[in-house]
């Protein structure tokens, strides 16, 4: 024994982490709620709110005043001793952690929100809250939290199946939101001296309680969204009786509060495969001179919808068509004032139609029986069946380019959002990558069929896509390390994050589609995750989980390197080495050396002499036909993301071909791998990535030899397409 302990112990090689490791350490363990295929588990619960409201719009002073009763559903297999609300307007009040936690420097351009902190202007914003009781008319004892109320119950709701009803009275100031900012708000016109006001978050909402966190207990800061459940809601809305509102929802009471000439051409825009003007612009301008003192009140019924939203001004243009998706219709319409034409008028209600139609193809049919998209002071914000965007034209009806693209990329996101996340109803507060990264993704493919539409001949083509095209993040990943995070961080804490949020997971996802697994394979895949879990809360693992499991691919390459790092893609071509028999390979671009055909020979020979194993002719043509070229080709990874290497070789005769090998050829070593090519034909050149679907950050040395790039004439001419 002690012989063998003072003999020298070999060195075993440490292998690093390799970044084809599974996620099982990332991932939580399936169960019976989320199941291993990413499906929802056999004994998948979610909770439910049923919503009355009825509240009043003071136009005078910029207020809403409501009453509301929730009837709370609890399927979960635990008791519940208390409720949470979110509280969203408190996070407009003096005393917020949204002023709170803003950092910043004299020297910095300050935002209305920090001037009001820094002049210590006392905020009439937020809640005022009163009148909390049972279905009884008992006094609930209750807490306020900053932007959460919790609501302490007099005896826990049963599990699985036990039901609370109460109510409460509130009142808030609206904000003004060219000033403040935000997700709704008012807009002023001083010319006609009206206000346009987008209402949202405007009144107390159930927290989302789940299989995964429990209660949501995020405060909102501003930048996390939303986590909400669904249920049913029935919503009065009070208003100046020369108002028109669009809202979530189907109108309940159009006899009441719509003219007969109105009332009529609803009834013609169901026919119309062009949007029906149910306001015109001059009705519009006729009613903006109108100061009504009377009220209407105008009722809405939605179902199944996670929030409410609505838009309420006597300066709205409204027009309306119907559209056919796979057979049913639903309502296209538009909420505009006369500022937004003619652009509004042109393209609004059109956009509106082809994103449920794209959209619906790659996921599924839209539910829903209206989309609204409303012009006001709010660039982009969305909620069930209706969202507000922005694009205005120039004040003399001009619309730059600028704009109108714009206005039309808005417009889309902010539809889509119906999908994601209002359907398929992600938890905002923690992801956001899972809502703005998957429309994002959407967008982009919805924006490429804008060109073929009839009314977008002004449009280019193809589209001016923002995000989604694997090229258009790389300034992003080229990022100094400590300005980037993950995808995978939580909302508050994510840093460029149009960039993260927003322009890496729709990239990834077009990478993946496009480079990874193909249409079929992808399209398929994103469709069984969007149909497993439209109208439930799904978590990021139910869609990596659901995404393999549909597609029979492992990913966890892919999420671990897009999702999980920040690395960004680098694949250089470090050197190549032409083998050849051929007597002018003196006239190669590369370096030559001659090729060992004896030796291929030898071990052809060897291998029939030992084994009995006999190859065809033309499998001898490794070391018989020599015509043939040998190209050995090592790939260095200087960036540390992995994928797919895709190589472009071109032929002297001025044709190409392209290998595209998967990103498993990294999976032994991660830094370094060579590959050998073979030809008919000799090869003037050797491109890396030649149509820009990696995001590599550095194409300088994509390309060999190295001088094509420098004299601009092979390389140039490739990259010009010609």
């Known amino acids: 024994m002690q012989a063998y302990a003072q003999q020298q112990k070999p060195e075993y090689r440490k292998y690093p982490a390799t970044k084809f490791e599974q996620l099982d350490e990332l991932l939580p363990t399936p169960n019976v709620y989320r199941a291993a295929d990413g499906s929802p588990g056999h004994e998948y619960w979610q909770q439910r709110a049923d919503y009355k409201i009825q509240v009043s719009l003071n136009d005078e002073n910029q207020t809403l005043k409501g009453s509301e009763t929730i009837t709370y559903y609890n ?57 909390v009781r049972d279905a009884n008319g008992k006094p609930l004892p209750y807490t306020i939290v900053g932007t959460m109320m919790r609501i302490d119950l007099p005896q826990p709701i049963a599990p699985k199946g036990g039901t609370f009803t109460f109510s409460l009275d509130w009142e808030h100031k609206i904000i003004d939101a060219n000033k403040m900012g935000g997700r709704g708000g008012y807009e002023y016109f001083p010319e006609d001296g009206n206000y346009l006001y987008e209402i949202a978050q405007w009144f107390p909402r159930m927290c989302v309680y789940d299989d995964v966190n429990g209660w949501q207990n995020k405060q909102f800061l501003g930048r996390g969204e939303f986590a909400l459940p669904f249920g049913n809601y029935e919503v009065a809305i009070t208003v100046p009786a020369d108002h028109i509102v669009a809202a979530t929802g189907e109108l309940q009471n159009a006899k009441e509060v719509l003219s007969k000439t109105q009332l009529k051409r609803l009834e013609e825009a169901k026919k119309s495969d062009k949007p029906v003007l149910i306001v ?31 838009a309420s001004s006597r300066k709205f243009i409204w027009d309306a068509m ?31 139609a082809l994103t449920l139609k794209t959209y619906s193809r790659y996921t599924f049919d839209y539910p829903y029986p209206v989309a609204i998209s409303v012009h006001g002071p709010v660039f982009g914000m969305e909620y069930p069946m209706i969202c507000f965007n922005g694009g205005r034209p120039n004040p003399d009806g001009s619309v730059p380019d600028r704009t109108k693209y714009a206005m039309i990329s808005v417009i889309i996101h902010e539809v889509g959002h119906n999908f994601f996340p209002m359907i398929v109803n992600s938890d905002e507060r923690q992801w956001t990558w899972m809502d703005e990264g998957f429309n994002s993704f959407l967008q ?62 729709a990239t990834a996802l077009n990478i993946l589609r496009e480079t990874i697994l193909g249409h079929e394979l992808f399209d398929y895949a994103f469709k069984t995750y969007a149909q497993r879990w439209k109208f439930k809360h799904p ?33 250089a071509i470090a050197s190549v080495v032409h083998y050849t028999a051929q007597k002018d390979s003196d006239k190669s671009p590369f370096e030559t050396k001659v090729f060992p055909k004896e030796k291929y020979q030898q071990m052809m020979e060897r291998i029939e002499a030992t084994s009995g194993v006999r190859f065809t002719a033309a499998e001898k043509r490794i070391y018989n036909d020599e015509n043939l070229h040998f190209y050995s080709v090592k790939f260095k990874n200087e960036g540390g993301l992995i994928m797919p290497v895709i190589v472009e070789l071109k032929f002297t005769d001025g044709t190409s071909r392209i290998e595209r090998l998967p990103a498993e050829i990294w999976r032994y070593n991660d830094q370094e791998i060579s590959k050998v090519f073979v030809t008919d034909k000799p090869v003037v050149a050797i491109v890396l990535d030649p149509n820009e679907e990696t995001a590599d950050i550095d194409t300088t040395d994509n390309v060999f030899p190295r001088e094509e790039k420098a004299e601009g004439s092979k390389f140039d001419e490739f990259k010009q397409g010609k």
């Open 75 to 131: 399927h979960s297999p635990n008791a519940i001793s208390y409720l949470w609300v979110q509280l969203d307007q408190n996070r407009f009040h003096k005393e917020s952690n949204t002023y709170k936690s803003m950092t910043f420097e004299m020297d910095d351009n300050p935002s209305y929100q920090t001037m009001m902190w820094w002049a210590g202007v006392n905020s009439e914003h937020g809640y005022k809250i009163s009148n």
């Open 539 to 571: 978590q990021p693992a139910d869609f990596f989980r659901t995404m393999e499991d549909a597609s029979g691919v492992d990913l966890d390459w892919f999420w671990r390197g897009w999702f999980y790092s920040t690395e960004p893609c680098d694949i």
């Open 444 to 505: 982009y493919l919805t924006e490429q069929e804008v060109p073929k539409q009839a009314w977008a001949k002004d449009v280019v083509s193809p589209y001016p896509s923002r995000r989604g095209p694997a090229k258009n993040i790389v300034p992003y990943m080229k990022s100094a390390p400590d300005q980037m995070v993950p995808i995978m961080t939580n909302s508050e804490q994510i840093l460029q994050f149009g960039n993260n949020a927003y322009g890496k997971p």
């Open 280 to 310: 015109t612009e001059e009705e519009a301008r006729e009613n903006e001179k109108s100061r009504a003192k009377n009220t209407k009140t105008w009722v809405f019924k939605a179902e199944n919808v996670r929030d409410f939203a609505w």
């Open 322 to 352: 119907q559209v056919d998706v796979n057979g049913r219709k639903v309502w296209a319409m538009s909420f505009y004032p006369k500022e937004g034409n003619p652009l509004w008028g042109e393209k609004s209600t059109n956009v509106v």
